[in-house]
């Protein structure tokens, strides 16, 4: 019996990924939330590790992901000396998050299509009066 070779999960997510930059989100933000999906909760700090991603990137991504409400944040006292360090969590799930990508895009659509419609109407009228 010939073996069959399980799918990589990082093949998987890399696709995912992709995708989610295809229908317009960040490479950075589509790299943060396909990380933060796999995780409970994450510092700055493991985000930029396991996102090939820099400083400034996570933190711009998380800024987005704030402001869409998908993320939740939460101080942590460091151990040592220093500034407490940030930890972060998804607050929607990807299926949420799918929902939230599809209706934008049928509103997208939608919008493309009235102004489709609306040339349209404005070709018809240039021909009747010419």
């Given at each position: 019996?010939?073996?069959?070779p ?6 998987e997510?890399?696709?995912f990924s ?7 989100l960040?490479?950075?933000v ?17 985000i ?6 820099r ?5 711009i ?13 939460r ?5 040592g000396k ?8 998804l ?21 493309s ?9 404005l070709?018809?009228a ?5």
């Open positions: 019996m010939k073996k069959v399980l799918p990589d999960p990082s093949d997510q890399e696709e992709s995708i989610l930059m295809e229908i317009g960040r490479r950075n589509a790299k943060v939330l396909m990380y933060l999906a796999g995780v409970v909760e994450a510092t700055s700090r493991d930029e590790t396991n996102s090939d991603l400083q400034p990137e996570v933190s991504a998380m800024r987005e992901l704030r402001e869409l409400g998908w993320i939740s944040e101080d942590e006292k460091n151990p220093g500034r407490p360090y940030r930890i972060y969590r607050e929607k799930s990807i299926d949420e998050i799918i929902n939230y990508l599809e209706d934008q895009k049928l509103q997208d659509i939608e919008r299509m009235r102004q489709i419609e609306r040339l349209k109407e070709r018809s240039e021909a009747r009066g010419a």
